[in-house]
C-alpha cells in the first residue's frame, strides 16, 4: 500500500514537471517573440511600406534639412497651443510669412483658431491640410496632438515645414507629401509664379506639357497625384476620421474628382475650402457642388450661415462644406 502511494506521488511529481517544463518554455519562447517585434525598427514610410502608387512623394522628416531661412516661436492661442513655423523673407511672401510678426500675430489666426476649437470639440478627428503653404495650421494642429496629413508640392514650403516639425518634435504625428493632387497621377505640371506671394501659385492645368522627369530640379515643375492615392497611408495610421483644409488656389475641384474612395473611407464632417480663386471655373464649380450635394453636405460661411448654391459667385472667400446632421460645428 505504501509503495502504491510513492508510486502514485512519483507520478503526479513527473506529470507536474512536464506540465511546468512545457510552460516555462512557452512563455519564453512568447517572451523572445514579444521582444523581437517590440525592438525591431518599423520600416519608414519613405520605403513603400504601405503599397503607395509610386508617384507619391513622402518626405523623410528624420533627414536634415539643407537650407537656410528663419525660423520663429508662433503666438500662443487658446492660451495654451503654441508651436513653431519656418518664414520666407516678408518682401517675397507678403501674405502668409508677412503676418507673422514676433509673437503677436499669425496667418488666418481666427480660421487656425476655429479649427483647433473644433478638433478639441471632436478629440477622435484628425486633419488633413490641403496646400498647407508653410504649415500655419498644420503645425498648430500637430501642436494640439493630432495626426496631420499635409501634402504641398513647392519644395521650398515643404523644406520649411520638415524643419518646424524638427524644432517642435512632433515628426511622429506628422506625414509630408510633396506632390499636387489632380484628375491624373504621374503627370508634370507647371506651378505659376507670382515674385510677392512665392508659397501661393496655381497649377497650370491648361497646357498639356511634359517635361522629362529625370533630374528635375526646378521646384515649379510639380509632380502629380489622385488625392485616393493616398488611402494607405490614412488606412496604415489607423485614421477613422478626419477634418479637411483645402487651399490650392483654383484646384480644389481635382480633390474631390479625384477622392471618392477617401471620403466614402473616412469620417469628415466638416472642409474648409478656399472659394476665390475656383469660383471662377464654372466646369470647376459644378463638379464641387455636384460631389458634396450628392454627398449631402451644406454650403456654409464660418458664422454657420446657409449659402445659396446658386450664387456661388457671390460666396465668400473661404467657406465650408458641413455634411448634414452633425452636431457641435456650428
Known sequence: ?????????????????????????HEEVSYNLNYVALTTPKKDLTENLFQLSPNVQIINLNE???ASFKCMKTKTLLNYITTNICLYEASKDIFVSGSFRDKNSIWEEGGV??????????????????????????MYVAALGRFVLAIDCFGPNL????????????????????NAIFSRSGNFLRLSNVATNVGGQELDASKNETYNQSGIIDPYIVKTIKFDDLVPILI??????????????GSESFVVESGSQIFDLLEIPYVQMEWMKV???????????DFFAKRNYDPMTFSCQLLNSAQN??????????????????
Not at 469660383?279 to 463638379?287: E, G, Q
Request: net charge positive; proline share 3%; glycine share 6%.
Open 313 to 330: 459667385l457671390t460666396w465668400p472667400g473661404d467657406m465650408c462644406w458641413i455634411k448634414r446632421n452633425v452636431s457641435n460645428f456650428c
Open 236 to 249: 496604415s495610421r489607423g485614421i477613422r476620421g478626419a477634418i479637411i483644409k483645402m487651399d490650392i488656389e
Open 1 to 25: 500500500m505504501i509503495n502504491c502511494k510513492i508510486v502514485l506521488l512519483f507520478l503526479i511529481s513527473l506529470i507536474l514537471g512536464i506540465f511546468i517544463g512545457h510552460f516555462m518554455i
Open 64 to 66: 536634415p534639412v539643407n
Open 279 to 289: 469660383r471662377i471655373f464654372p466646369a470647376r464649380v459644378k463638379l464641387i457642388l
Open 113 to 138: 483658431t476655429h479649427m483647433l476649437q473644433l478638433l478639441i470639440r471632436h478629440p477622435h478627428l484628425d486633419f488633413i491640410d490641403i496646400g498647407a503653404n508653410i504649415g500655419t495650421y498644420t
Open 159 to 178: 523644406d520649411r515645414i520638415h524643419r518646424a516639425v524638427q524644432l517642435t518634435n512632433v515628426a511622429n504625428r506628422v506625414v509630408l507629401i510633396k
